[in-house]
Antibody, heavy 122, light 108 residues
């Protein structure tokens, strides 16, 4: 079955750019019907949707982060990526990549990566 | 954006009891595009219910979802020790996707 794995630095300095990559295995990122998502969770808090991308490159972002976020896809590598610019301590969180499925109807976020902790600190 | 409010914040029950968790939306979640997730400490969330009432693959039938419009419920008919966790609801009918703040189900 499809598995997702996040990778990237666990420590980022304030004002710099947080960059994470999600590698998709067990399936093709180019298969239709899936939105490849980034979701984060601040320590001890609930889940926050950052945005998603379709394999064609169509994106949607959370308005609260839109000015700082870019999500991109590399179908040749079966990966999608997150860039979050001008980070502050408030961006310290566990970042999950995930798959939102729409096959015939909406099926929710049915596949999640294990999550990666990113700390913003000098 | 659709705001989801979960109640209670914490629910203390014993194994074998019935759990009822609520998720209320600030506006109608059309087509019942409402999901429930279970999250255990140090783990990623796991999809339990989608479409308000459809169980995800491999989810035991003691978990059930119901509701429509703005009021949704997750019921665990008979709690097993492994069910004590945090539960999140999410709407995926509109952008941005939003989650509730979570309900912690703890052992009494």
């Amino acid at each position: 079955q499809v598995q997702l794995q996040e990778s990237g630095p666990g420590l980022v300095k304030p004002s710099q750019t947080l960059s994470l990559t999600c590698t998709v295995s067990g399936g093709s990122i180019s298969s239709g019907g899936y939105y490849w998502s980034w979701i984060r969770q601040h320590p001890g808090k609930g889940l926050e949707w950052i945005g998603y991308i379709y394999y064609s490159g169509t994106t949607s972002y959370n308005p609260s982060l839109k000015s700082r976020v870019t999500i991109s896809v590399d179908t040749s590598k079966n990966q999608f990526s997150l860039k979050l610019r001008s980070v502050t301590a408030a961006d310290t969180a566990v970042y999950y990549c995930a798959r939102e499925t729409w096959i015939q109807r909406g099926n929710g976020v049915d596949v999640w990566g294990q999550g990666t902790t990113v700390t913003v600190s000098s | 954006e659709i705001v989801l409010t979960q109640s209670p914040g914490t629910l203390s029950l014993s194994p074998g009891e019935r759990a009822t968790l609520s998720c209320r939306a600030s506006q109608s979640v059309s087509s019942s595009y409402l999901a429930w997730y279970q999250q255990k400490p140090g783990q990623a969330p796991r999809l339990l219910i989608y479409g308000a009432s459809s169980r995800a693959t491999g989810i035991p039938d003691r978990f059930s979802g119901s509701g429509s419009g703005t009021d949704f419920t997750l019921t665990i008919s008979r709690l097993e020790p492994e069910d004590f966790a945090v539960y999140h609801c999410q709407q995926y009918v509109s952008l941005p996707r939003t989650f509730g703040q979570g309900t912690k189900l703890e052992i009494k």
